[in-house]
């Protein structure tokens, strides 16, 4: 019963900062891959920044130098350090986890949260 809570998202001005959190809870194992995903009206849900167990992170090239993806796994929670924010960022952040174990991979989802960047 593995559940992902996001907090943290709002709405700012162009140029500010804002800081995603992702709770996750009933897991007695270790995520292999936690990530941010976003979607915006009318488009696809795209990749935003993925961190390992063992701390390698990926950002998508439009985040990259902006955003800062890190983990604690002590707490089990991920972050998403938004910084330099622009209009274009205004989606839904989903928070994503996966886990490889036995030989599946078990995705899990956040129910999502609302980031507005005004211009």
């Known amino acids: 019963q593995v559940q992902l809570v996001e907090s943290g998202g709002g709405s700012v001005q162009a140029g500010g900062s804002l800081r995603l959190s992702c709770a996750a809870s009933?897991?007695?194992?270790?995520?292999?891959?936690m990530g941010w995903y976003r979607q915006a009206p009318g488009k696809q849900r795209e990749s935003v920044a993925v961190i390992t167990s063992g701390d390698t992170t990926n950002y998508a090239d439009s985040v990259k130098g902006r955003f800062t993806i890190s983990r604690d796994d002590a707490k089990n929670t991920v972050f998403l350090q938004m910084n330099s924010l622009k209009p274009e960022d205004t989606a839904v952040y989903y928070c994503?986890?996966?886990?490889?174990?036995?030989?599946?991979?078990?995705?899990?989802w956040g129910q999502g949260t609302q980031v507005t960047v005004s211009s």
């Open positions: 994503n986890a996966q886990q490889k174990r036995s030989g599946f991979t078990r995705t899990y």
């Open positions: 009933g897991s007695d194992f270790n995520f292999n891959t």
